[in-house]
């Protein structure tokens, strides 16, 4: 390919070399065909000698002039293919620079418009186009992060994307990829996870308030309940038993020492416990609730009688 490519340059050179030869000559022999002609010094054979002379030039020429047309043809052709690479190097400068800074120019001289300075181009055009790729999975994963993270704190993402660059918003259409869209990005994503920090802290803080409270109000259901199964042993006429009272005592419930949940639930079984077994001592604890009033009653009626003699 290259072997063909020289070749042609070659060729393009000779014929370059040869129009210009001929249209030389062409001049040389108008100038003097018209010096003579004012002078009236040739002779006829001389004028027609000289005739057949610029009729073959001519001829030479005609025949060059379609490869000059052709050369021309791959010129522009190729001056094309220079103005496509080059608005792509400004396109995609323009996407990875900031507004600000003076347009990207590219200095090219159309004398100079051989294949080694199209490739010099290209290559340029490259090293852009992978910049731009790498800058874009640096912008799409910041984009990605502040999206997941404005779901999680019910944040506006459009808004706060928009606030960065217009651009990072839409959904089709080009991005700006510059260093500042870079920087302020990361600067967001950082901003809202110091946020989500500070909002998991603060619920955290409210878990532990909210636990220490069922804690408090765990404790304080199991003294009253506590409470309620003495009064339920001592009508009962229940003697406590000494393990109860070290497993139910004030000190252990206050220190946390056992879980209040299950405590309470020990407690509850505890009452049922009691109320079953007062309930099948109900007549004997009726008679015996009766003999002691009766005892009260004698008593004080005995009092009473006993006062009244020493009054009297």
Same mark, same amino acid.
């Given at each position: ?36 002609? #004012?002078?009236?010094?040739?002779? $006829?054979?001389? @004028?027609? *000698? /000289?005739?057949?002379? !610029?009729?073959? &030039?001519? +001829? ?38 900031? #507004?600000?800074?003076?347009?990207? $120019?590219?200095? @090219?001289? *159309? /004398?100079?418009?051989? !294949?080694?300075? &199209?490739? +010099? ?192």
């Amino acid at each position: 390919m290259q072997k063909c490519v020289d070749n042609g340059k070659e060729v393009n050179f000779q014929f370059a070399i040869k129009a210009k030869t001929v249209t030389s000559g062409l001049k040389y022999s108008l100038a003097t065909g018209n010096w003579g002609q #004012a002078n009236q010094a040739g002779t $006829r054979a001389g @004028v027609s *000698q /000289s005739n057949k002379k !610029l009729q073959g &030039l001519r +001829e030479e020429l005609n025949a060059i002039v379609p490869y000059l047309e052709e050369m021309r043809k791959k010129k522009v052709e190729r001056w094309d293919q220079f103005v496509d690479v080059i608005e792509q190097i400004k396109k995609v400068a323009s996407e990875i620079r900031p #507004a600000d800074i003076v347009p990207f $120019r590219i200095p @090219v001289d *159309q /004398s100079d418009l051989s !294949l080694r300075k &199209l490739e +010099e181009l290209t290559k340029e055009l490259q090293s852009l186009q992978k910049e731009k790729s790498d800058r874009l999975k640096q912008v799409m994963e910041h984009l990605n992060t502040l999206h997941s993270l404005c779901e999680v704190l019910g944040v506006d993402f459009k808004q706060t994307v928009n606030e960065v660059h217009p651009s990072l918003g839409e959904a089709d259409g080009s991005k700006n990829l510059s260093n500042c869209t870079i920087e302020s990005l990361a600067s967001a994503a950082s901003r809202l996870c110091e946020l989500k920090v500070q909002r998991m802290q603060k619920v955290e803080s409210e878990v532990l308030r909210l636990e220490q409270l069922k804690v408090s109000k765990m404790k304080d259901l199991v003294l009253k309940k506590k409470t309620e199964l003495e009064e339920h042993r001592r009508r009962a006429h229940l003697i406590s038993e000494e393990g109860y009272a070290a497993e139910f005592s004030d000190e252990v419930i206050e220190a946390g020492v056992v879980d209040p949940a299950l405590v309470l639930e020990q407690i509850e079984a505890h009452i049922a416990t009691v109320k079953e077994e007062a309930f099948s001592r109900k007549d004997i604890l009726e008679k015996v609730e009766r003999w002691l009033n009766a005892c009260e009653e004698a008593q004080v009626t005995m009092l009473h009688l006993i006062l009244m003699t020493f009054l009297s």
